[in-house]
């Protein structure tokens, strides 16, 4: 058998072990010798647990077990994560993890470790939870020029948002039920503000131009300031407001962002709901394809971290990522031209649509209480300074065009 360690043993990496044993008879047929979870590395014990008599605390008596083979870290956070990973990297063990915080950050440095040590560092489960979406951008779809990425990545926020939409409940009532129900954490920040669906958009940007985009080079807004009477207007003229992660290649460059936009009905986007993930991707010979799924949860996302060690283990020889370490030059935010979405009081209506008569697509539809006006596209920084003082704008978000 093929001896492996589980470092963390949460929601993810108690699913692992439960899907390689539950799943063993499927796995063997991939996997002849089979998977073995020999350790499970955690803070705490775990009496109650089948697997509590694998149970280490020091992460030596994994390195230092020549048997093992293979370490999925389950743990979450930069540190010690990282510092784990690096060693069992450095002696020759491969690597996976459903990680996004330490792949985001420290993609590329894990990569060349695992590479100068002829070992594998795989993360597929660190974006779109048990959809299988970076094998598929990196191996189906590694002849293609891929132009574009778009996808609903945080399944945190497309629930509050669908729950919005269809029962008219607000913000902060969605956000308690989603925290009860356990698909929203206690401290909702990195969710709700964009940084989880910004560094999973960072990651996929990384993985297409084989460069490394910076979490922080990206212009990540959240939900927070997405209102019933957005919603309400949104869906009255024929769009949702979905978060997404989005990364494009135009004239100019690449462009990334993050950020809630309103997407058409007709768009293969709007109908994911609830806790779902979905990533559209545009290849320049496949043309369109949509990878839909659950973005998290037990299960799924363990699901891709065993199909992350069944790669290494059937692999022969180290399975090579390009991510370099080199940065990847982005098109300013500035400079990333979108179609606009204003929500203003009706009686500053004529003061916006004078700013903006040189768009080419202007439309506004009056609502009772205020005005949609929808813009052509223009230049972030020009939009920025048209606006600038304005009073009486009451929301801004971006239309996602097809
Ligand atoms: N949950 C999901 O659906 C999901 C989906 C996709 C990706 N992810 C990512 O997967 C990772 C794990 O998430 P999770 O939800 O499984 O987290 P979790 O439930 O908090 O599990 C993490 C486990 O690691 C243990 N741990 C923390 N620090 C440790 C250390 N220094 N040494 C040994 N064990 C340590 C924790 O112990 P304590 O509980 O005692 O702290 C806990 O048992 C995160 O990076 C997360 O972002 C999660």
Same mark, same amino acid.
């Given at each position: 058998m093929i001896q492996m360690a589980v470092l963390g043993f949460g929601t993810v990496g108690s699913g692992v072990v439960e899907i390689i044993e539950q799943n063993a008879h499927r796995i063997e047929r991939a996997v002849p010798e089979g998977l073995h979870v020999k350790y499970i590395l955690d803070i705490r014990d775990f009496p109650d647990s089948p697997y509590g008599d694998r149970v280490v605390h020091d992460l030596d008596i994994i390195l230092n077990d020549p048997e093992v083979r293979l370490v999925c870290e389950?743990? =979450? =956070?930069?540190e010690p994560a990282r510092t784990f990973t690096q060693k069992a990297l450095e002696r020759g063990i491969s690597v996976c993890t459903s990680n996004k915080e330490l792949v985001a950050a420290f993609g590329p440095s894990l990569l060349k470790t695992a590479r100068e040590h002829n070992c594998s560092y795989l993360f597929e489960a660190s974006v779109g939870g048990g959809i299988p979406l970076l094998d598929t951008l990196l191996s189906n779809l590694a002849q293609e020029d891929i132009t574009s990425v778009t996808g609903i990545l945080n399944g945190t926020t497309n629930y509050i948002l669908t729950k919005m939409e269809s029962e008219g409940a607000d913000y902060k009532e969605v956000l308690s039920r989603a925290q009860a129900m356990g698909y929203a954490e206690r401290n909702p920040a990195a969710d709700v503000e964009g940084h989880d669906a910004g560094r999973k958009i960072a990651i996929l940007s990384s993985l297409i131009t084989g460069k490394n985009v910076g979490y922080e080079e990206i212009h990540v807004e959240g939900i927070t300031g997405v209102t019933m009477d957005d919603i309400k207007a949104a869906d009255e003229l024929g769009y949702g407001i979905k978060l997404l992660g989005r990364c494009c290649v135009t004239e100019e460059g690449l462009e990334v962002i993050t950020a809630p936009f309103c997407v058409k009905k007709s768009h293969p986007l709007y109908p994911v709901r609830d806790v779902f993930n979905a990533v559209l991707v545009h290849g320049n010979m496949v043309d369109d394809i949509m990878l839909y799924g659950r973005g998290a949860g037990k299960l799924p996302t363990g699901s891709a971290v065993v199909s992350d060690l069944i790669q290494m283990a059937r692999a022969d020889k180290p399975l090579v990522i390009r991510w370099d370490e080199e940065p990847m030059e982005l098109v300013p935010f500035g400079m990333q031209k979108h179609c606009f979405w204003l929500r203003v009081e009706n009686s500053i209506v004529d003061r916006v649509l004078a700013l903006f008569t040189d768009s080419t697509e202007l439309l506004h539809q009056d609502f009772s209480d205020f005005t949609v006006i929808m813009t052509g596209p223009v230049r972030e920084d020009d939009f920025a300074q048209r606006t600038a003082g304005v009073e009486g704008i009451l929301s801004v978000l971006r239309i996602l065009e097809s």
């Open positions: 389950t743990m =979450g =956070g930069k």
